[in-house]
């Protein structure tokens, strides 16, 4: 072999170096075209609607585009019954672990979510579980016991989130939120009060307009065209008479809370609830968070047990699909997560497909188009719906991320396997 004239040899291996690394980079997607479950290295990298994550829960490291915003059912089947879809729900929706804190307080509690109630708004959730206490001479959203508010307990005046709410709905004049109310509040007409104050009362579904029976309830349609598009529900039975504010009990069936409601094979009635195949009430919670909430492992529930969970809650209400799905951290997944999973609860029901997206608009029931199943995604059963379509509003946001950012170990990794090759043209 000849001797290196002048670095031509040192020369070259560098310049066939930076190819290889060239062509490495250029072969992964990047700069917004990483599509469900590519690999990824930064947000940036994932389409609108996916954000860039791991799940060591289920053994990824590596971070992948993971979904994260709910299709609207509506955007692709308008006009049913309210009471025919299937809307995702955030447990103790305030509850934010980023979520700023009382001067000269240290927060002692759980968390249950990660971003604002705006963020999870935008990204699909239409339902929100709220614990509203008399604190500090006003009302005031608490995680805490005994139905006591405490500084500690604190986040923040309820007032601040249902002006929140009241944003999203003048802003998105088509959307129907829902309120349920863990409730300790004692003051008279305060909840009323609370509600008017923040400028909901004009979107206020009443109680008499409620169906008491089992019916079905209005069209969404025509909740929208009545500016009915605020279902609030109470934990006292009193204050329906009181201040107008619907008992929930009266309208909705729920399975326990807690880890209860996760323990696999079986989907209990909240004993404030009437049995889950009861006929009296046509709305359906399903509770899906275990009692103490650890944000690192909701990844791996709301995967294939959380499927799973779905299946029996439904046989449980006597083959009635759950309408409120509530979860905590609903944006941690192992790909496509609650989203997915709302996508095969409402697309049986609202179409007779297997998920929303081969749902046709105007096609006749059980006319469905092919959808591409995404066969990747681990620790799902054979049911597994498909990579999701249909409209995404919002955006994907955390104050802190959820990503694991592996380029630099990915480099590091690949310039030990160009090693041999190096020493051999030096």
């Not at 590519?38 to 609108?48: E, F, L, M």
């Not at 604190?135 to 016991?145: A, E, G, K, T, V």
């Not at 009437?274 to 990844?299: G, H, R």
Request: hydrophobic share 35%.
């Amino acid at each position: 072999m000849s001797a290196c004239i002048n670095g031509l040899c040192r020369a070259v291996t560098v310049s066939l170096l930076l190819l290889l690394l060239s062509f490495s980079f250029s072969s992964a997607c990047s700069n917004g075209n990483c599509q469900l479950l590519d690999s990824c290295s930064s947000a940036t990298d994932c389409v609108s609607g996916l954000y860039c994550g791991d799940c060591p829960a289920v053994g990824r490291s590596k971070p992948v585009c993971t979904r994260g915003q709910a299709t609207s059912p509506t955007s692709i089947i308008n006009g049913l019954p309210f009471n025919k879809y299937t809307w995702l729900m955030t447990h103790n929706a305030f509850s934010n672990a980023n979520a700023p804190l009382l001067p000269g307080v240290e927060r002692i509690t759980f968390y249950n979510q990660e971003d604002t109630i705006t963020n999870q708004l935008q990204n699909g959730v239409r339902g929100l579980m709220l614990d509203m206490y008399d604190f500090n001479n006003d009302i005031w959203l608490c995680h805490s016991l005994r139905g006591q508010c405490f500084n500690f307990t604190a986040f923040q005046p309820a007032i601040n989130i249902l002006r929140e709410v009241e944003a999203f709905l003048s802003q998105n004049p088509t959307e129907i939120v829902t309120i349920i109310i863990e409730d300790y509040v004692h003051r008279p007409k305060g909840l009323s009060t609370l509600f008017a104050n923040a400028g909901l009362d004009k979107y206020w579904f009443p109680v008499s307009k409620m169906p008491r029976k089992g019916e079905d309830w209005p069209t969404v349609t025509d909740m929208v065209q009545e500016n009915h598009r605020l279902l609030v529900f109470t934990s006292v039975a009193a204050k329906e008479d009181e201040e107008g504010v619907a008992y929930q009990w009266r309208y909705m069936v729920e399975n326990e809370s807690g880890d209860p409601g996760v323990k696999r094979g079986s989907c209990p009635n909240r004993k404030e609830s009437q049995p889950l195949n009861s006929k009296s009430s046509s709305l359906f919670l399903m509770n899906y968070f275990p009692t103490y909430p650890v944000e690192k492992d909701a990844c791996k529930e709301h995967s294939a047990p959380l499927a799973e969970m779905v299946g029996t809650c439904l046989k449980s209400g006597g083959n009635r699909m759950p309408n409120f799905l509530a979860v905590n951290f609903y944006m941690r997944s192992d790909g496509g997560g609650v989203f997915e999973i709302l996508d095969r609860m409402n697309g049986p029901v609202l179409c007779g497909c297997e998920t929303l997206s081969a749902c046709q608009p105007g096609a006749a029931y059980g006319s469905c188009k092919n959808v591409t199943v995404q066969t990747r995604t681990p620790s799902m059963d054979s049911t597994a719906g498909s990579n999701s379509g249909g409209s995404y509003s919002g955006s994907v946001q955390f104050s802190r991320s959820l990503a694991s950012v592996a380029q630099l170990n990915n480099i590091v990794v690949f310039c030990f396997s160009l090693l041999p090759l190096l020493i051999f043209l030096l």
